[in-house]
Structure formats: C-alpha cells, structure tokens
C-alpha cells in the first residue's frame, strides 16, 4: 500500500521558536495533501489543504503566517510552526493523496510537538 | 452543515460482538470511511464504502445506507487490541473528508 513518513516524529522545543515537519510519499505522487491537528482526547482537526506547486487552502480560524506550509514537488510537503507558544502542543498529522485511488488518503505517523 | 456523528464511548467484552454506528449530513457525498487509531498514533485505513450494503474484510465489516445517511462498524471475536478510537469520515463533493469525533471503544476481559 501507499506509504507516508513524517519527520520528525517528536519534537521539544523552546517557546518563540520555529519548527518544521516534513511530510512524504513514498512510493506514490501526492497531487494533494492535508495537514491535521489533534490535541488529546480529540478528533483530527484539518488545518489546511495544500495541491502541489500553489498555495495552500487554510481552514478558517487556522493562521497562515503562523503555519507556513510549503507543497513543493509531488512527494515533499512541510508545515513550519512559526514562533511557536505552548498553546501549539499538539500532535501534528499528515495525509496524502493521489495514489491509485484517488479518493483515499494515507496517514503520516504523526508528529508530537511540546513547545516549553 | 456538514455533520457526523458516532457514540462517544463504548465498552464491550473480549470475544464479544461491537457495532459502532455512524450517521451523516454532508454536502455530496463520495464514499464513507472507518479509521482505527491507537492512543498517540495515527489514523490506519479500515474501510471504504462507496455503495449500498456491507463490506467484509476478516473480523470487520461495514455497512452503508445512502438514503438513511447511516454506516456501521462491525467488530467480531473482540480481542484486547482493538481498544483505540474509530473514526467515521465521509468525502464530500470536493473530495474533502468530514471527521466524526470518534468512537473510544474499551474491551475488557
């Protein structure tokens, strides 16, 4: 099946820092891919849509000069947390789509971010 | 709106039977999907229904009904590893998924 890795897979950084996840397809090309949020004992939040080579699609209330999310080939997508705060914990989640099937989305292990 | 909706909490036994259920109201519709995802780990796919009727893949199965907007989960021979959560996504008519809160099922012996 479709692959996803994510990196890094935990992450502990000081407040006002930036941090950067990388998401990748392995063995597919993502036309498009989804970045979610989930704090604990939540469902997934999507935070945006992003389509290779064009800016992404932010859900409302989801600031984009705070996560800069960059779709730059068809297996590298990044969501960078700017100055990060406390209040950003959360563990971040990426999916990618445009395998063989074009509706399904495949999952990234996930990235926990602490920010202190 | 755009809404779905699953129990928030369910507990069975080990070896027993589960049905989760999952309604929906969403703008279009392109197929419904289950995903069971452990405490700290990501969603894993477990099903997709797109027609009418029940999918069976080994101790799951899902069902769909498009008029009544309603899907189930069906988990048989409960073993201890199936507590985690399921979520019920619907892809709506741009193909974007709507998330349910999620299902935390909790076996006990």
């Known amino acids: 099946g479709a692959v996803v890795s994510q990196h890094p897979s935990w992450v502990i950084c000081k407040s006002g820092t930036s941090v950067k996840i990388e998401c990748r397809s392995l063995?597919?090309?993502?036309?498009?891919m989804f970045w979610y949020r989930q704090f604990p004992k939540q469902s997934l939040m999507l935070m945006a849509t992003?389509?290779?080579?064009?800016?992404?699609?932010?859900e409302q209330g989801v600031e984009k000069d705070k996560f800069l999310i960059n779709h730059a080939s068809l297996t590298l997508s990044t969501l960078t947390v700017t100055s990060a705060h406390p209040e950003d914990s959360s563990f971040y989640i990426c999916?990618?789509?445009?395998?063989?099937?074009?509706?399904?989305?495949?999952f990234g292990p996930g990235t926990r971010l602490t920010v202190l | 709106g755009q809404n779905i909706d699953q129990p928030t909490e369910m507990t069975a036994t080990e070896g027993a039977i589960v049905q989760i259920n999952c309604t929906y109201q969403?703008?279009?519709?392109?197929?419904l999907f289950w995903y069971q995802q452990h405490a700290g780990e990501a969603p894993t796919f477990l099903s997709y229904?797109?027609l009418d009727g029940l999918e069976e893949k080994g101790r799951f199965s899902s069902f769909l009904s498009r008029s009544k907007g309603y899907s189930y989960l069906l988990l048989k021979e409960l073993q201890m590893k199936d507590s985690a959560s399921y979520l019920c996504?619907?892809?709506?008519?741009?193909?974007?998924?709507?998330w349910g809160a999620g299902t935390k099922l909790i076996i006990k012996p």
């Open positions: 969403t703008s279009g519709f392109n197929g």
């Open positions: 063995d597919f090309q993502a036309t498009t």
């Open positions: 999916s990618a789509r445009g395998g063989a099937d074009y509706n399904e989305q495949f």
């Open positions: 229904n797109v």
């Open positions: 996504a619907v892809s709506d008519s741009n193909y974007q998924l709507i």
């Open positions: 992003s389509n290779e080579g064009s800016k992404a699609t932010y």
